[in-house]
Nanobody, 117 residues
Framework: QVQLVESGGGLVQAGGSRRLSCRAS????????MGWFRQAPGKERELVADITWNGLRTNYADFVKGRFTISRDNIQNTVYLQMNSLKPEDTAIYYC??????????YGQGTQVTVSS
């Protein structure tokens, strides 16, 4: 079955960095576009960044542009989110997801990122 397992979350000070990883299994990762989402308490889940199956195209939400970088390793079946210059408002649960066509069909269980001021 499809599994997406995120790791790398934790507590970090404002201005710091963190790298999230998402290991995929149960589907053809190398042919799947992938995305990172986040959900803060009391807020809707929002797309942070996405990447095409071959890694050639990436897109970022305005609130992370210039600070976050999405990448992938199709040998390791892993997608990454490098987060720099973290702000307290980046505090959220971060989820990776796989996309089929126009829809994200599977999500991981999430990893908590807490940024202290």
């Amino acid at each position: 079955q499809v599994q997406l397992v995120e790791s790398g979350g934790g507590l970090v000070q404002a201005g710091g960095s963190r790298r999230l990883s998402c290991r995929a299994s149960g589907f053809t990762f190398s042919r799947s576009d992938m995305g990172w989402f986040r959900q803060a308490p009391g807020k809707e889940r929002e797309l942070v960044a996405d990447i095409t199956w071959n890694g050639l195209r990436t897109n970022y939400a305005d609130f992370v542009k210039g600070r976050f970088t999405i990448s992938r390793d199709n040998i390791q079946n892993t997608v990454y989110l490098q987060m720099n210059s973290l702000k307290p408002e980046d505090t959220a649960i971060y989820y990776c997801a796989s996309r089929r066509g126009a829809q994200y069909t599977y999500y991981g269980q999430g990893t908590q990122v807490t940024v202290s001021s």
